[in-house]
């Protein structure tokens, strides 16, 4: 079972108890439940809310990956150790994301959300794959972001509950801590937001993908591999018209102030790999997979196998998540620690 907030004795705002019944039947119809800290199961992953976790990603405004785990932790349902901000071809000033990502953890702490760390900054161009593809051959970068993973894990993971990083840029940092301390494979699970399914499996390609081919393939062979390749239309997150019964705070503020910035693109839905821990019955769909091999277009590959080292999350519950997002951002608790 995954862990239940700490309870809390209140009495709710009529605008949150009958948007809570709207939202609760939503979930029902899904055959969930809206309090993934009571739900009877764990989910289809090898890790769940009970890890600690730590967010990699890179620019802070494409998507809902920051506010999601930032309202997971305010609510107790997550333990969220760090956030490591790069860049990225997409988002390629660091300052500029870092400065995105502080604003978010600002806006945060001044609503009175609690349990928010301050984001840590790496820097790290892509690996360079040996020319005899050999992995342990690669120049590490020893990167501010890769450090912190392997002294976090040191520091929170136990052999049946590890750390999970979840990723929604390159792998970089990532596979940069495997190569510093081969022994974080041990200690660490990696979540990732990337590529697409195929017939009989998957592309590690876009989104987030593409951007380091070698680092992908670095984590995918040597580390526990979660790779959600199944994304929903985040704009359904935060329709105008629900917006008037949002509370006023800053964090509220600064969603707001990222509506028209959110992409279309539903690929660009980072937080997936955010709810696929957070809510067990977010991951619908899950295969085993393993790494081997590239396409056509030198991407590489994720294919089927029972018995495989990785796993591949093929189908998601969107209706599930926008119906979480809704229920944290309205229940008064999430603002009052």
Not at 67 to 75: G, K
Not at 155 to 180: E, K, S
Request: glycine share 8%; with cysteine; aromatic share 8%.
């Amino acid at each position: 079972m995954t862990r239940a907030p700490a309870p809390v004795h209140r009495r709710k705002s009529r605008r949150f108890l009958s948007l809570s019944l709207v939202l609760s039947s939503v979930v029902v119809a899904c055959g969930g439940t809206l309090d993934a800290g009571k739900d009877e199961t764990k989910g289809l992953l090898p890790v769940d809310a009970r890890n600690p976790i730590v967010l990699l990603n890179d620019g802070p405004y494409d998507n809902w990956q920051g506010e999601y785990a930032m309202l997971f932790a305010s609510t107790g349902v997550l333990s969220l150790a760090g956030i490591v901000v790069d860049s990225s071809p997409v988002a390629k000033s660091l300052d500029d994301n870092a400065a995105g990502w502080q604003k978010m953890v600002a806006a945060a702490r001044q609503s009175g959300m609690s349990n928010i760390p301050d984001p840590l900054t790496s820097s790290g161009l892509a690996l360079v794959q040996p020319s005899d593809g050999n992995i342990d051959a690669t120049a590490p970068n020893n990167s501010e972001g890769a450090r912190f993973i392997i002294e976090t894990s040191e520091r929170l993971a136990l052999p049946f509950r590890p750390l999970v990083v979840l990723a929604g840029t390159r792998l970089t940092d990532v596979a940069d801590a495997y190569l510093i301390d081969p022994g974080v494979t041990d200690r660490v699970v990696v979540v990732s937001s990337l590529g697409t399914t195929t017939a009989d499996g998957a592309v590690m390609g876009a989104p987030n993908g593409e951007m380091d081919h070698w680092a992908d393939v670095i984590v995918a062979t040597k580390f526990r591999y979660v790779q959600v390749s199944a994304f929903y239309d985040q704009k359904a997150d935060l329709p105008s018209s629900l917006i008037p019964q949002l509370p006023t705070n800053s964090f509220t503020s600064f969603i707001q102030s990222k509506q028209s910035l959110i992409y279309d693109d539903v690929y660009a839905s980072d937080q997936v790999g955010v709810l696929a821990v957070g809510v067990p019955l977010f991951a619908s769909a899950v295969v085993r997979a393993e790494q081997r091999g590239q396409d056509s277009n030198n991407l590489p590959t994720l294919f089927n196998n029972s018995t495989g080292p990785d796993w591949l999350v093929t189908k998601v519950n969107g209706a599930l998540a926008t119906a979480n997002f809704w229920q944290m951002l309205l229940d008064p608790g999430t603002f009052q620690h």
